[in-house]
């Protein structure tokens, strides 16, 4: 049923969520590249999410290679043949798995089905490819199931409800959106620049710009970057940014090279009470305690 080559140890594991339903993590902090291989039936929607670093597909016996890159995932289904998981990890990259049957997923989103194309009537015996970019919200649950480190008694508990909550995100809409009318995303200059915006307030965390001086930037009036920026990423320009300083001060602190007050410096903030209050508002737990969870 599974099989594996050149798997070194610590790089491979799997999580049983329920019966049909598997979280594989493949974690290669080693200086070579890393392949696995194993069975996957027809009945399974295979999501891919690359935390870090890259993963590349292999298929048909090497003839088709399909690369996934850092920030990006993978959604995999075709009811009609198997798709065998064969993958190459290279060095320092991170890749986390989810498998579903179809079955036990049209039971959690039933509702939806006119939503989530496939799930619809006329496309459930149909295959379906999807790749899309990985929200800072999954980020934050991807690096939480990378990095657990709870008792291993509540492990399977702890993964099930970060599953769902993954699989949430992956399919949350903004409730403003207008999927079916939605011009301004046919516009792939107006998306270049929400990219630009993204670039910017990333680089700029610590003293990013005003909502106006980024509109300015980009060349968008304010009301348009604010409503594609939210169409395009499921979020306001500055939850966005929120989410995403909040993983990158969690990533600081858990390399254990920065104290408190360093990172919120390095994440903007520049008194340690607020990035304190900031922190614990986003994981529910200050940064101290954190740290001291990881040496637990």
């Avoid at 590249?33 to 298929?59: D, P």
């Amino acid at each position: 049923m599974i099989s594996e080559e050149n798997v070194a140890e610590g790089f491979y594991g799997e999580t049983t969520v329920s019966v049909g339903f598997l979280i594989l993590k493949f974690n290669n902090e080693t200086d070579d590249t890393q392949h696995y291989k194993r069975e996957i039936g027809s009945a399974f929607l295979q999501f891919h999410f690359c935390v870090k670093g890259s993963v590349t597909f292999v298929f048909n016996d090497g003839n088709y290679l399909l690369p996934l890159r850092e920030e990006n995932s993978l959604l995999l289904y075709n009811p009609e043949k198997e798709l065998p998981l064969h993958l190459s990890v290279p060095a320092q990259s991170w890749v986390l798995s989810v498998l579903i049957s179809i079955e036990k997923f049209h039971a959690l989103f039933s509702s939806e089905a006119n939503y989530i194309t496939f799930l619809s009537d006329e496309n459930k015996d149909r295959k379906y490819y999807k790749d899309a970019p990985i929200s800072p919200s999954m980020a934050i649950v991807l690096n939480q199931l990378m990095n657990y480190n709870l008792h291993p008694s509540v492990k399977a508990l702890y993964f099930k409800g970060k599953a769902y909550e993954l699989l949430s995100l992956y399919f949350n809409r903004p409730a403003d959106m207008d999927v079916e009318q939605c011009p301004f995303l046919a516009d792939e200059d107006n998306v270049a620049k929400l990219k630009r915006a993204k670039q910017i307030i990333i680089a700029r965390m610590a003293e990013p710009p005003t909502l106006q001086e980024l509109a300015d930037e980009i060349n968008l009036p304010l009301n348009r970057l604010k409503e594609g920026f939210k169409q395009v990423y499921g979020d306001s320009v500055f939850s966005f940014l929120f989410d995403y300083k909040m993983e990158v001060a969690r990533q600081l602190l858990a390399t254990g090279a920065h104290n408190v007050n360093e990172v919120g410096l390095k994440v903007g903030y520049s008194t340690a009470s607020h990035f304190i209050a900031a922190f614990k508002k986003k994981f529910g737990t200050t940064p101290k305690k954190y740290l001291m969870s990881l040496s637990a």
